[in-house]
């Protein structure tokens, strides 16, 4: 799940149909994972814990990033990509191609589950708000816990683009791990996600600043605004360190 700008677009290009097929390939393999997680096992009629199921999205966001990271951003989720539209890390055209290939990928794994599993064990695959909640509730938590993941997922971007030696696969596999233990759907997960992106990549980033927030809405470009705004960044670090250094040399006169 990096985020990765996306370069002018060739239909006829083998490098956006093969991070067409990654996506698709990417959200398969994961939706199959989360799947089989959540079957009962041999001789069970009960499903298995959550925990189980957690984990398993967990470890295989982390495996995906590997396989997938470098070369579409193993994003894997329409909710994200949703994201990445909304703060100009992609463009139109590789978002709804994205999108259309991650629901595709998604819709042959559960068709594959549905023929291969057991008609008393189908019940299990399907996400349903719980009979002790309402929809409200359920939108509330889907907000929340894929807020948290988008949030970690553009962090781990802005420490990768300053070269910040950090874990980012194991970070978003977590971050997934918990939000599986809290909720699964449709608007609240888009709406989490725009709202964390947006959140991070203008208010909370190494480049964010009001003039490329203005940029974004205006549809100017951004990465200009984003590589004068590093660039000030990296100044002042660097003016900070200096400043220490002195203080520090002063200290052992």
């Known amino acids: 799940m990096n985020v ?15 991070c067409v097929l990654a996506e698709a390939l990417g959200t398969f393999m994961f939706v199959s994972v989360i799947l089989g997680s959540s079957c009962p096992g041999p001789g069970s009629s009960a499903p298995p814990p959550m925990l189980q199921g957690a984990l398993a999205a967990g470890f295989s966001a982390v495996g995906l ?8 951003g193993a994003q894997v989720n329409p909710a ?3 994201a990445l539209l909304c703060t100009r ?6 978002a709804v191609a ?15 589950f549905y023929l291969l599993t057991p008609q008393t064990a189908v019940s299990y ?34 420490h990768r683009r300053r070269e910040v030696a950090e874990p980012g696969p194991l970070a ?35 480049s964010a600043s009001r003039e490329k927030l203005v940029a974004c809405i205006t549809c100017k470009d951004i990465e200009i605004v984003e590589t004068v705004s590093i660039s000030r960044s990296s100044l002042s670090t660097a003016t900070q360190t200096a400043m220490r250094a002195k203080q520090a040399s002063k200290h052992d006169n």
């Open 4 to 18: 990765v700008r996306t370069p002018g677009v060739d239909l006829k290009s083998r490098r956006f149909w093969c």
């Open 65 to 72: 990033i590997h396989c997938f990271g470098e070369i579409s």
């Open 80 to 82: 994200i990509t949703m």
């Open 89 to 94: 890390r992609v463009d139109l055209l590789h």
């Open 98 to 112: 994205y999108i259309l290939a991650q629901c595709l990928g998604a819709t042959l794994a559960s068709g594959m």
């Open 125 to 158: 695959l399907v996400t349903r708000v719980s009979s002790d909640g309402n929809a409200g509730q359920a939108l509330v938590l889907e907000v929340f816990s894929t807020f948290q993941l988008a949030f970690t997922i553009f962090a781990v971007e802005d």
């Open 172 to 206: 978003i596999g977590f971050s997934l791990t918990a939000g599986a233990l809290t909720a699964v759907y449709w608007i609240g997960p888009v709406l989490g996600s725009v709202l964390a992106g947006v959140s991070y990549e203008f208010f909370f980033a190494s």
